[in-house]
């Protein structure tokens, strides 16, 4: 079921606009997330999708279902399975009943039989790999796996759409992890609509298809992981999706001059600011003609894959952060308080009018 949303609007009092007027479009079988800072309308959004908020009546936006109009439909009426951040199961029920509840307070002509209950039951139980749990209560279950019980719930009414609020935000890391690789799997084995909210940009980018980044009630850009990693649509969509090093200075004649620190770039004169990423600082033993720019080890801690190394100067406000492969960073020897210098291996630059540029450093 795909879903289209046009000039959806929200106000709460005289608090002001908590979403501006929103379009949106998610095809079937699409998994799209919905990320952004705290306040920033996602919440607004997905429970005005689901039914349990009303949109602002000017404009007049609509919500669409497929070809069904649901703007004006009871959330009962949507066909939209939920599961929130903090689990909300019966607590006074087994894992079995939870799951079977959606289905047995169906009015009786909708209602399947009882044997066709627990047999959608069990499979629901098999699908989140808890079919032996059927019979535990809640409180006999880790966070991760009561969170596998909500979507087995959500799924039992055989939604269309699937809406998802922070659904791992109680959950420990690893679990985190877990539970994000095997909701895409069961969202691609199924074929159901998603839309999921989340602050966290790496879950985001991981599971889905399409990812809206919204801030101040707007979506500021929706787009694939990787096209939004790539050509970011403003600043704010390049800051929020990962770590960002600034470089400020003043422009002249082909050179970029901060403090005792020099970088050639092809840009007019006047003041500038370079957004580096950690990965594409490069460190070296010595400047070349085209970069000059000192700076010393502060900090150094291998994470994973790659080593993360924290380096300040006296020219930089802030201190930079450089991602390194573990061979690079053996081959420089890397230990704190050495003085070595950046190479940018490439910088970005967002003007005013929020168009961005970016080229590589001046080779
Ligand atoms: N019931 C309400 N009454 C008044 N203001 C509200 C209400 N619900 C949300 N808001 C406001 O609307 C704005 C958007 O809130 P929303 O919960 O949608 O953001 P969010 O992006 O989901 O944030 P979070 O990640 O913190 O949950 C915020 O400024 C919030 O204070």
Request: aromatic share 6%; net charge neutral; with cysteine.
């Amino acid at each position: 079921m795909s879903i289209r949303l046009t000039d959806i609007a929200k106000h709460y009092g005289r608090a002001g606009r908590a979403l501006e007027p929103v379009s949106l479009e998610i095809a079937e079988g699409e998994l799209v997330g919905l990320l952004g800072p705290s306040g920033s309308g996602k919440t607004t959004l997905l429970r005005i999708i689901a039914g349990l908020e009303a949109p602002d009546r000017a404009p007049a936006g609509r919500i669409l279902f497929g070809d069904r109009d649901v703007t004006d439909v009871h959330v009962r009426d949507r066909r939209i399975g939920f599961v929130f951040q903090h689990y909300a199961l019966f607590r006074h029920m087994t894992v079995f009943d939870n799951v079977a509840f959606g289905l047995t307070v169906l009015p009786r002509r909708e209602r399947p039989s009882s044997g066709e209950i627990r047999a959608r039951v069990h499979r629901l139980l098999e699908m989140v790999q808890l079919e032996h749990f059927a019979s535990r209560y809640p409180a006999q279950l880790s966070g991760g796996q009561q969170q596998r019980v909500s979507l087995a719930r959500a799924l039992a009414l055989r939604p269309d759409v699937l809406l998802l609020d922070e659904p791992f935000g109680a959950l420990d890391a690893k679990v985190r992890q877990e539970l994000r690789r095997w909701l895409r799997q069961l969202h691609d084995e199924l074929g159901f609509t998603s839309l999921f909210v989340t602050h966290d940009q790496e879950e985001a980018l991981e599971v889905s298809d399409r990812v809206a980044v919204m801030s101040h009630g707007r979506i500021e850009q929706i787009d694939t992981p990787d096209a939004l990693y790539r050509t970011p649509a403003n600043r704010f969509v390049f800051e929020f999706l990962g770590d960002v090093n600034h470089l400020e200075g003043e422009v002249r004649n082909g050179v970029l001059t901060c403090g005792e620190a020099h970088l050639a770039v092809a840009l007019p004169d006047g003041p500038e600011e370079l957004l580096l990423r950690p990965h594409e600082v490069r460190l070296a033993q010595a400047p070349t003609p085209e970069a000059r720019l000192p700076v010393t080890v502060t900090a150094i801690s291998p994470v994973g894959a790659e080593v993360r190394v924290e380096i300040a100067a006296d020219w930089l406000v802030e201190p930079w952060l450089a991602t390194l492969r573990h061979a690079d960073y053996e081959r420089l020897e890397l230990r704190r308080g050495q003085r070595l210098f950046v190479i940018p291996r490439r910088w970005h630059r967002f003007s005013a009018d929020a168009t961005q540029q970016r080229q590589p450093a001046a080779a």
